[in-house]
């Protein structure tokens, strides 16, 4: 998962004004001896740290872009979420060929409904058990139907036969946006009900040690 952060560094003018110093002190006092060596570095290394706290140079600041590793609870919800992606992109390129403005529509639709599906089962891996069959079935059968589609269109088939086909897609597609729709739906109904469970049980908790009156 890319990710972005401020880095700030320290400018490194200094540094070479330091290397520029000692290169200047050598053509002036040749480096046959040590002692001149050392008292060369030592202006060098005096002469940056002097640099460095007047901040004669501003410290430079720019933005990163790195790679975050993502994280999955184990590995089932991470071959599925992986799975999911790809079926995903494969939608989307279907739907940068095929040009019927409604079934382009209910194709990003259908792509959000499943990236919130995506989107949930890696926030809540327990879930995971539960679209299987969205997985296994569902979603691999709206790319087969979006691939007959854009046969449909690429051949420009204009008979009976290919409008019937076109048309009866559409009301598919039609179908399956509810239908993914209804599959995120009872994701977060569970949730909902989890919910309530654990306040039912709070509330009998406190209510048992006096903190509030049960309902």
């Known amino acids: 998962m ?11 003018v200094p540094i070479y004004i330091g290397a520029g110093a000692f290169v200047v002190i050598s053509l002036i006092f040749p480096m046959i001896k040590m002692s001149t060596i050392f008292i060369g570095l030592a202006v060098s290394f005096v002469l940056i740290a002097v640099l460095r706290i007047m901040k004669v140079f501003p410290d430079i600041t720019e ?10 609870a184990n590995k089932t919800v991470e071959e599925l979420v992986l799975e999911g992606r790809k079926m995903k992109n494969q939608m989307n390129s279907l739907n940068d060929k095929i040009q019927d403005v409604q079934v382009s529509s209910l194709i990003d639709s259908i792509q959000k409904t499943h ?18 069959k969205y997985m296994k079935y569902y979603v691999p059968s ?49 949730q909902a009900l989890d919910i309530s ?9 406190m209510s048992r040690e006096g903190l509030v009156e049960k309902k």
């Open 142 to 190: 709206i790319l087969e139907l979006l691939n007959h589609f854009d046969e449909l269109e690429a051949t420009q088939f204009s008979g009976m036969n290919a409008e019937l086909s076109r048309k009866r897609i559409t009301e598919l597609l039609v179908t399956a946006d509810a239908a993914f729709k209804k599959q995120l739906d009872s994701l977060m109904d569970q």
């Open 115 to 132: 990236q919130a599906i995506l989107d949930y089962v890696q926030t809540h891996p327990d879930s995971s058990q539960t679209i299987r």
């Open 2 to 12: 890319l990710k972005t952060k401020t880095v700030t560094s320290k400018s490194p």
């Open 197 to 205: 469970v654990e306040a039912r049980v709070l509330e009998d908790l």
């Open 63 to 72: 933005t990163v872009t790195y790679d975050e590793p993502e994280f999955f």
